[in-house]
């Protein structure tokens, strides 16, 4: 293959990994917190099951498709720290997942808007934080550090999974990596997630957000940009540290 076209496959495959994480994610967010929907008042024991599924269906439609399945920034620069992808098959492949995980949140977010538009209209009158709510995350309390802190170790556990599960990866397991990510993002969500909702992912947060902030919609509230840096530079940082602790061992 040209470059051209490992940068257009690279792109498109994280583009609709993450698209498909977006709509299965904020989807069940949706579900469960608008009127009228069929699975409204299940609780954060299945909002966190959904969010393990659509990181698992998401990352195995990627990379069967021969994609890196990255569907995360913070993935994407321990990767880089890693000096493995990036260095054997070229630096002009970063832009290309960054790129595709953009676009992908982007069309995912409106899909979910489009697909709930009538429990959104029903709902936003009388709960608007929970139009916030199916596309981005918003912390219990707000306290800049210990935001930070659990976004950092959130991210910090789900990098650390996902390094080791490669290093015990021989090429063979077909499926069950991207399950096991899925599974991780679960255990994170259930134990992890009580303060910020564990975003654990710069693009997953930060393009919905902007979505919402654009959303045609009277009385939506606030988009929470005092708080919207947290969840991109706490996964960040921790994408950083984890990729460089994998680098020393």
Request: charged share 10%.
């Amino acid at each position: 293959m040209t470059n051209a076209q490992l940068f257009f496959q690279h792109f498109s495959l994280e583009f609709f990994g993450t698209m498909l994480l977006i709509i299965l994610g904020n989807s069940v967010v949706a579900n469960i917190l608008l009127k009228n929907t069929k699975g409204n008042g299940q609780g954060f024991f299945a909002i966190t099951a959904g969010w393990g599924f659509a990181v698992f269906i998401g990352a195995m439609v990627s990379s069967a498709l021969r994609g890196v399945a990255h569907l995360n920034p913070a993935v994407t620069i321990a990767m880089v720290v890693q000096q493995t992808f990036f260095v054997n098959n070229g630096w002009f492949l970063l832009p290309a997942l960054l790129l595709g995980q953009i676009v992908g949140a982007i069309i995912g977010q409106i899909i979910v808007d489009i697909f709930y538009w009538k429990h959104i209209k029903d709902t936003v009158a009388d709960n608007p934080d929970f139009i916030l709510a199916i596309h981005a995350t918003r912390p219990t309390y707000h306290n800049s550090f210990f935001n930070f802190f659990s976004e950092f170790i959130g991210t910090f556990v789900l990098i650390a999974a996902i390094l080791a599960i490669g290093k015990y990866n021989s090429g063979n397991l077909g499926a069950l990596t991207p399950l096991f990510v899925g599974l991780t993002v679960f255990g994170i969500g259930i134990s992890l997630g009580g303060t910020t909702g564990c975003a654990i992912n710069p693009v997953r947060d930060l393009i919905p957000r902007v979505v919402h902030f654009v959303l045609p919609l009277k009385k939506k509230g606030s988009s929470d940009w005092n708080y919207s840096w947290i969840p991109v530079a706490a996964p960040i940082i921790a994408g950083l540290a984890i990729g460089g602790i994998f680098l020393l061992f």
